[in-house]
T-cell receptor
């Protein structure tokens, strides 16, 4: 089946530093990838939609200069949290969309837990 | 707007009990409806889905029927197991290149 990986699975960083999270579709090509943020005991909040080769579309209230998204290829999207602060601590989940086999499916990565100290 | 409302948890059941997790959606457009499951320490996995009214999605003993008249997509299982303990998310998706919109999730704990 389709597999989406994220790296790292968890990261601790100091306030003010930047952190990059990678999302890869391992066995399929994804023209669209989504980045979500999940707070404890809360739902997934869509942050942005990333299309390969174009700028990401950010949801209302999400700072595009703080959460930099790059979708460099059909199998890789990255989210960089710039100048991280403790309130950015959260669980970040990516999702990759594929139309392979005539289906429209969205597969999720295992998530990356970010802790900013 | 597009939203999904599901019952708040946590839900605690004994093994072999009947499970219902309610989910309703706003009647905007003709969405596809989904249930995702998140086991401890893992990513979301698609459990089942339905793409049009009266469709029934089923998987691993779980079922949900797309009810347009009540804008609902309740998840049911006749006999839960300890291994079903997880967080369950109801979600909707409009047609086209649009993202999934999730409910807040319901944590299920099944005790032996």
């Amino acid at each position: 089946g389709a597999v989406v990986s994220q790296h790292p699975s968890w990261v601790i960083c100091k306030s003010g530093t930047s952190v990059k999270i990678e999302c890869r579709s391992l066995d399929f090509q994804a023209t669209t990838m989504f980045w979500y943020r999940q707070f404890p005991k809360q739902s997934l909040m869509l942050m942005a939609t990333s299309n390969e080769g174009s700028k990401a579309t950010y949801e209302q209230g999400v700072e595009k200069d703080k959460f930099l998204i790059n979708h460099a290829s059909l199998t890789l999207s990255t989210l960089t949290v710039t100048s991280a602060h403790p309130e950015d601590s959260s669980f970040y989940i990516c999702s990759a969309r594929t139309f392979a086999g005539g289906l429209d499916e969205q597969y999720f990565g295992p998530g990356t837990r970010l802790t900013v100290t | 707007g597009n939203s999904v409302t599901q019952m708040e948890g946590p839900v605690t059941l004994s093994e072999e009990a009947f499970l219902t997790i309610n989910c309703t959606y706003t009647a905007t457009g003709y969405p596809s409806l989904f249930w995702y499951v998140q086991y401890p320490g893992e990513g979301l996995q698609l459990l089942l889905k339905a793409t049009k009214a009266d469709d029934k999605g089923s998987n691993k003993g779980f079922e949900a029927t797309y009810r347009k008249e009540t804008t609902s997509f309740h998840l049911e299982k006749g006999s839960v197991q300890v291994s079903d303990s997880a967080v369950y998310f109801c979600a909707r998706k409009n047609s086209g290149n649009t993202p999934l919109v999730f409910g807040k999730g319901t944590r299920l704990s099944v005790i032996a």
